[in-house]
């Protein structure tokens, strides 16, 4: 009923920014008429005072074209970029409800950030297809999406939780607001090399500034040059001044031509990052927040007085103007105004007085990505808790526990609880009763617990862990690896985990040594289990092996826990319920024979 709600929130929102983006639409449309008109009108108006040798008027006439058409493409520009955003807005919402019914096709898996090696997220469905980070991810900019799964990565300890929390409860009120952010993001159509390459032009120095002639220049030639064309043009005077100062300008251009140049090509492309930036920066500055790290992170953006939306807006106007470039037009006006060497030096300025800060900006615009990414998460996810992260260590306690995955329509959650440095549960169970799909929804909502994310329980009070899984272990034609020698080289990965841990380990191990035989597979998973017991973690061990059962009375840190099915009428049926003590109940010979495989 609460995920009814809010989808009909969503669709409500949908519908609203689709009429607002239409209305828009039909703006564009009426502006981009009018530009045409205006330029044909201008044109008959040209030719006319032309052929009249009317050169005053027709001056007049050049300038006011120019000066309407400018204002007439900036507020046209600013009308595309309502529309722009509204549009966002509408698929925004319409990704929102496609989450809400667990249909996450499509969306940015992260698969760059998969690794083989890593803990946890190749057997946790941390990035990939159908998973958490795209259930997670709101952000379009690469360097929110790398925060975003940093801190799937690596847990955080229990300070930063806690204020990621605050922070993140305070966001996730205000929809309108997270969602107005998120689409400024989407609105950059720079790629992530060209954001790179500007953020590494904003370090470099800038050689044009230890020359003072440039500015000299850049100031006085101008002026030289209008003077002496007006001069020729009203009184007659010797055409040989406006040639001379036109030459000069050639020279200063063709001296600084390699500056131009080089800033132009790591500029250019870069343009667009800096407006998705600006507007989400704009809008961190314009709110005011309670929860410590987000105030925290919206004082970056007033470092040594300045507002960084301001700044941004600057520089976003300098290289705009310095793109022009390609406008022949530009280089016209150049030869006599000295464009190149005029915006040159406003760059050069504009670095010189704020670079330090650049890179702090983006990363705190990076943390609010993430932040946002979870607000968003938890808006959709009403029902969702937020856990208690204990002082104490080894301790894990959930009720109602689920997977996040998982449709909520089939998904069951289970009660379960375990405390104690060296606790080893024991998890039995007939095939497909769950056995697996437990131990990654412990390992799912850990995650989320400790990057400060709500999880999928009704209550969860958790320690700070290290997650560590072995249960995709696979073969290596390429590394002559058999999947027996890698799940080997993976718990051997653990115990060395094990020797120095930064927190206590939380480990997961699927259908135990299931490469080899039974025999050796008993005195294998024992011998581990013993020897897991005495270190700094606790955790699960997954087996068809019924006699590791034993050890619960050999060791007090071993507790059994098991995943049962029934049969009716030909029919397997399973409740997915965690159940105390060892699986009596098998079902191999039911599901081969209703395979076809003919049992004697």
Known sequence: ???????????????????????YSKKDKQLSLARICLFVLSLIGFVYLANAREGFLLLILVLLFFIVFAWLIRYHNRIKA?????????????????RLKNDLKGFDGGNQYQDRSHPYTGDLDIFGEHSLFQLLNRSDITRGKDRLAAWLQSPAQRETILLRQEAIKELKE???????????????????EDTETLLAW?????????NNLYLAASRVMPMVTLTAMLAYYLWDSSGLLPVAAILVNILILWRTAHWASDTHQKTSKGVGALKAYKGMIKMVEKREF?????????????????????????????????????????????????????????????KSQVKVDVELWFDAINDFEALES????????????????????????????????????????????????????????SNMSGKSTFLRTIGINTVLALMGAPVC?????????????????????????????????????????????????????DEILKGTNSQDRHRGAASLIRQLSKLDASGF???????????????????????????????IYFDYKLYEGVCKSFNASKLMAKMGIALE
Not at 202 to 210: D, G, H, N, Q, R
Not at 341 to 347: F, H, T
């Open 290 to 350: 309670q929860a410590s790290l987000n105030q925290q992170l919206r004082e970056v953006f007033f470092h040594s007085g300045m507002s960084a939306s301001k700044e941004i807006n600057k520089l976003q106007y300098i290289l705009e103007n310095f793109d022009a470039r390609g406008n022949i037009f530009y280089h016209i006006l150049n030869v006599v105004l000295l464009l190149d060497v005029y915006w040159l030096l406003k760059a050069a300025r504009w």
């Open 457 to 509: 329980a009704r209550q969860l009070t958790i320690s700070e862990m290290q997650v560590f899984t072995s249960m995709r272990t696979q073969d290596s034609l390429e590394e002559s690896v058999s999947s027996f020698y890698a799940e080997l080289r993976r718990l051997r990965q653990l115990l060395d985990y094990l020797k120095a841990p930064e927190r206590p380990v939380l480990f997961m191990l």
């Open 174 to 192: 205000d929809l309108d607001w997270n969602q107005n952010f998120q689409a400024y993001g989407m609105e950059t159509v720079a790629k992530e």
């Open 1 to 23: 009923m609460i995920k009814k709600q809010v989808a009909a929130t969503y669709q409500q929102r949908a519908e609203n920014f689709e009429k607002l983006a239409l209305t």
């Open 374 to 429: 979870v607000a968003g998460f938890a808006y959709a996810n009403p029902d969702y808790t937020f856990p208690e992260i204990a002082s104490q260590p080894h301790v894990f306690s959930a009720q109602a526990l689920g997977h996040c995955l998982i449709d909520e329509k089939i998904r069951v959650s289970n009660d379960f609880g375990m405390q104690g440095r060296g606790t080893v549960n024991i998890i039995t169970g």
């Open 202 to 210: 904003i370090k470099e120095p800038s050689p044009i500034l230890k």
């Open 541 to 571: 061990v997954s087996t068809h092996d019924l006699e590791l059962g034993s050890m619960e009375s050999e060791l007090p840190q071993v507790k059994n826990y098991s995943f049962t099915s029934t049969i009716e009428q030909d029919e």
């Open 82 to 98: 309502k529309k722009l955003h509204f549009t966002h807005l509408v698929q925004i919402n319409q990704d929102e409800i496609r």
